[in-house]
């Protein structure tokens, strides 16, 4: 591998495009992701699965909202990878054709109806497709927003990744909503199937945009001075192994977002709450409204005291947040249940999942940072996805014991605090300096003084 004498300069960055590049790309991921979570919740165990036997019925279809998780953490490797080596533009388009795909070819499956145990086979397919994307997606515009961002602004703008998840999660809910109303027979019949043909339309904005953003100053910098690495997974393991332990209990986080979309909604609408469909798609409608303003102002906060202490609000809060609101569920009352929900998922839960895109990407250096938030994050939202599987079995037979899973919640919120607390805070450190191993920062340290 060549190095030459003396490295161009990198061009200048592009941060307001970078953003709504991962803007516009998270919100197609994660408005395909979210359609199928609701589907998964109300009308997939009716339509693909045997209707006998309900509460089995609605057990398949929620596994297979987790089946997706299970993909991610091999499409995190693979694309981690080659992001690393190729670029973070090339995985930007990857993921976002394929997101966009997948979700079409779902809304053109045949039912179980009419093709028997072929039809979930078909979806379980589609829906790794999903999980690959979704592996990519995220980690490669997070690195993108980064890396363009100026130093003292990195938690602002890399946030715009995650409110354009909350985005696409509202703008699936808002598609969902005038579905979710029509008569039964047309709900099951073909009305599920508009939004996600809808898909294709978002996929095509997406592209149009993030076909003329450039590559990152930080990678052109990396690939000039040093030349991109081999093999990123193995300098990965070898330097940033506890980094990644980090992300991955950090990313256990997510887990209240399932339950909150996924669970709690099954569980609302269920013959022991009997909240209306409707009336509980406009909680998660609301709760991302509000997401939407509270993210990138949780996340300027954390370019001003730290990333740490954000955080920790977030998660630990959560942990609160999430049982007031399956109590408030549990009791049918609507004031309840919006105002709680808006608090828990709106304004908490926002706390973390603001700040972070720029937590986990400073922890790495330019050259392993794709890999690095990918694998980590993508182990994490593995277990997070079925931990809607797992809600639905603490439930109990009868799917209705909302203070087990509020604790299960709860519990999964720990290993999130404790990755905050063991890890540095970094909101102050250049970006090219984000990553240093103490031996590199101690001879960085050397020259400056010599």
């Given at each position: 591998?060549?190095v030459?004498?003396?490295?161009?300069?990198?061009?200048p960055?592009?941060?307001?495009?970078?953003?709504?590049?991962?803007?516009?790309?998270?919100?197609?991921?994660?408005?395909?992701?979210?359609?199928?979570?609701?589907?998964a919740?109300?009308?997939?165990?009716?339509?693909?699965?045997?209707?006998?036997?309900p509460?089995t019925?609605?057990l398949?279809?929620?596994?297979?909202?987790?089946?997706?998780?299970a993909?991610?953490?091999?499409?995190?490797?693979?694309?981690?990878?080659v992001?690393?080596?190729?670029?973070?533009?090339?995985?930007?388009?990857?993921?976002?054709?394929?997101?966009?795909?997948?979700t079409?070819?779902?809304?053109c499956?045949p039912?179980?109806?009419?093709?028997?145990?072929?039809?979930?086979?078909?979806?379980?397919l589609c829906?790794?497709?999903?999980?690959?994307?979704?592996?990519?997606?995220?980690?490669?515009?997070?690195s993108?927003?980064?890396?363009?961002?100026?130093?003292?602004r990195?938690g602002?703008?890399?946030?715009?990744?995650l409110?354009?998840t909350?985005?696409?999660?509202?703008?699936a809910t808002l598609?969902?909503?005038?579905?979710?109303?029509?008569?039964?027979?047309?709900?099951?019949s073909w009305?599920?199937?508009?939004?996600?043909?809808?898909?294709?339309a978002v996929?095509?904005?997406?592209?149009f945009?993030?076909?003329n953003l450039?590559e990152?100053?930080?990678?052109?910098?990396?690939?000039?001075?040093?030349?991109?690495v081999?093999?990123?997974l193995?300098?990965?393991?070898r330097?940033?192994?506890?980094d990644?332990?980090?992300?991955?209990?950090?990313?256990?986080?997510?887990?209240?977002s399932?339950?909150?979309?996924v669970?709690?909604?099954?569980?609302?609408?269920?013959d022991s709450?009997?909240?209306?469909?409707?009336?509980?798609l406009?909680?998660g409608?609301?709760?991302?409204?509000?997401?939407?303003?509270?993210?990138?102002?949780?996340?300027?906060?954390?370019?001003?005291?730290?990333?740490?202490?954000?955080?920790?609000?977030?998660?630990?809060?959560?942990?609160?947040a999430?049982?007031?609101?399956?109590?408030?569920?549990?009791?049918?009352?609507?004031?309840?249940?919006?105002?709680?929900?808006?608090?828990?998922?709106?304004?908490?839960y926002?706390a973390?999942?603001?700040?972070w895109?720029?937590?986990?990407?400073e922890?790495?250096?330019t050259?392993?940072?794709?890999?690095?938030?990918a694998i980590?994050?993508?182990i994490g939202?593995?277990?997070s996805?079925?931990a809607?599987t797992?809600?639905?079995?603490?439930?109990?037979?009868?799917?209705?014991?909302w203070?087990?899973?509020?604790?299960?919640?709860?519990a999964?919120?720990?290993p999130?605090?404790?990755?905050?607390?063991?890890?540095r805070?970094?909101?102050?450190?250049?970006?090219?300096q984000?990553?240093?191993?103490?031996?590199?920062?101690?001879?960085?340290?050397?020259k400056?003084?010599?």
């Open positions: 591998m060549s030459p004498a003396t490295a161009p300069e990198a061009p960055g592009q941060p307001k495009k970078a953003a709504t590049a991962a803007w516009i790309g998270s919100a197609l991921e994660y408005y395909d992701f979210f359609i199928y979570g609701s589907a919740a109300l009308i997939f165990p009716e339509v693909f699965f045997d209707e006998s036997d509460a019925a609605t398949l279809s929620l596994a297979t909202f987790g089946v997706a998780y993909a991610r953490p091999v499409g995190a490797f693979f694309l981690g990878h992001g690393d080596r190729l670029g973070r533009k090339k995985i930007m388009i990857f993921t976002l054709m394929l997101m966009g795909l997948s079409f070819l779902i809304g499956l039912t179980r109806d009419q093709v028997g145990t072929l039809a979930p086979v078909l979806l379980v829906r790794v497709l999903q999980g690959i994307s979704a592996a990519g997606e995220q980690a490669s515009a997070n993108m927003t980064l890396e363009h961002a100026p130093g003292d990195r602002f703008f890399t946030s715009f990744t409110s354009g909350q985005g696409g999660q509202l703008l598609v969902f909503i005038p579905v979710a109303a029509l008569p039964e027979e047309q709900l099951l009305g599920w199937r508009v939004p996600f043909w809808v898909s294709v996929a095509g904005v997406g592209y945009i993030r076909r450039d990152t100053p930080a990678f052109e910098k990396q690939a000039a001075a040093a030349g991109v081999r093999m990123p193995v300098v990965l393991a330097e940033h192994w506890a990644v332990l980090r992300v991955v209990g950090g990313a256990l986080i997510a887990s209240v399932t339950i909150f979309t669970w709690a909604l099954a569980y609302a609408t269920s709450v009997g909240m209306s469909r409707t009336a509980m406009w909680v409608a609301l709760a991302n409204v509000v997401a939407l303003a509270a993210i990138p102002l949780w996340a300027t906060l954390s370019d001003r005291i730290g990333r740490r202490p954000v955080f920790l609000i977030g998660a630990a809060g959560s942990a609160v999430m049982s007031g609101y399956l109590w408030a569920v549990s009791t049918g009352s609507y004031p309840l249940t919006f105002l709680l929900g808006i608090l828990c998922f709106g304004v908490v926002s973390a999942n603001g700040v895109p720029a937590f986990y990407g922890m790495f250096a050259r392993v940072r794709l890999s690095g938030v980590g994050t993508q939202f593995a277990v996805g079925f809607v797992f809600a639905a079995r603490i439930a109990g037979p009868d799917g209705d014991d203070s087990a899973v509020a604790l299960f919640t709860a999964l919120c720990v999130p605090v404790i990755a905050a607390l063991t890890a805070e970094t909101h102050l450190v250049p970006t090219e984000l990553g240093e191993r103490p031996r590199e920062e101690a001879a960085r340290r050397e400056a003084s010599a």
